[in-house]
């Protein structure tokens, strides 16, 4: 990637020269990579994505400009209008995924708690407003008073084995569950013309740009070299997990899938619901992930970049405090992601690190980093203002909180079903199909 394994970097500084913390004049070996950094980065991305090369960039760019942040990496490169620009962006990205998650956890766990037997649906105490408020009160915002990240390795942790179980379940009802919905007549047409918007949301999914000198600055000895092994290694626990869930989700609903894939299930599932608590749990743990960003940010706007207890304490209650408030108004989480991914997530992504190391690197026009900078940057314009106008025009239906047409016929477990109650239910799912398109 441009550098030699051997040469460590110096964890860079503000006031460093340009090139003064490039390289350091000794050489040493390099230790394992932390695992609470490692389980960070896993934690992030699966919030649930991909990260890609630009995350590379980004930290080379920081060592190129002996910066620290991506906020001082901006500045020093573009100046205050960049600086401005890039805050406003790197919070909003994290602030709207703390709204989004918000609304995955009480939309999720509502319904783990309506499987309780004896318990009225329409109880206000397992409610969505309630459940969001009550882990906001008990779980994130208590995890998000921590000032080091680092403290939530063994969290992130906790976060990607649960994962690793909510896996499991989506492809046992792959198997299980998939044979018995009704395939849509285009389940097999590889891209529609609003496929613009899919890029804006897997986007979503794959940054983990905001947080990366947060994790970056967490490991021991910090250099370009052991950050690009990290990365790899997350990718690679990352891309299985991403294409796994994305491959039995839409195999098992097809056209009908929704942009929160446990909305697809039947609400009289027990095996769902289990992996539905998972779930609700592991976004609450992700959560902290996000508010620390947002609070970094507003520390270096407005504070200097460094925070009293007092005002660290402040800041985070009012941020959790509004986010809160936002996500028990807005309950249909595709567009939060749509615009979210098109708006915020893509020119983090795509645009802002290549343009960063496009300025700042003396390498040749012909090295494979700058010619990938080059392909991004247009990449993320492109998919940036399409994906906006197409969101906007185009809005995805939303069916949250709405039971799906295959799980009305009987109310019973698609797990236990008979050949005649398959075949009954599958009838009853044609004849409804036109119903929902």
Known sequence: MGYQEEEPVIPPQRDLDDRETLVSEHEYKEKTCQSAALFNVVNSIIGSGIIDF????????????????????????????????????????PFIAMISYNIIAGDTLSKVFQRIPGVDPENLFIGRHFIIGLSTVTFTLPLSLYRDIAKLGKISLISTGLTTLILGIVMARAVSLGPHIPKTEDAWVFAKPNAIQAVGVMSFAFICHHNCFLVYSSLEEPTVAKW????????????????????????????????????????????????????????????????????????????????????????????????????????????VLELNGVLCATPLIFIIPSACYLKLSEEPKTHSDK????????????????????????PQDCTHGQEMFYCFPDNFSHTNTSDSHVQQT?????LNISIFQ
């Open 426 to 430: 599958t009838q009853l799912s044609i």
């Open 54 to 93: 630009s995350l590379v960039l980004l930290i080379k760019g920081g060592a190129l400009s002996g910066t620290d942040t991506y906020q001082s990496l901006v500045n020093k490169t573009f100046g205050f209008p960049g600086y401005l620009l890039l805050s406003v962006l790197q919070f909003l990205y």
């Open 228 to 335: 690009s092994r990290l990365i790899r290694m997350s990718i690679v626990i990352s891309v299985l997990i991403c294409i796994v869930f994305a491959t039995c989700g839409y195999l098992t609903f097809t056209g009908f899938t929704q942009g929160d894939l446990f909305e697809n299930y039947c609400r009289n599932d027990d095996l769902v619901t289990f992996g539905r608590f998972c779930y609700g749990v592991t976004v609450i743990l992700t959560y902290p992930m996000e508010c620390f960003v947002t609070r970094e940010v507003i520390a270096n706007v407005f504070f200097g970049g460094n925070l009293s207890l007092v005002f660290h304490i402040v800041v985070t209650v009012m941020v959790i405090t509004v986010a809160t408030l936002v996500s028990l108004l807005i309950d249909c989480l595709g567009i």
């Open 371 to 394: 010619i990938m900078s080059c392909v991004m940057l247009p990449i993320g314009a492109v998919v940036m203002v399409f994906g906006f106008v197409m969101a906007v025009t185009n």
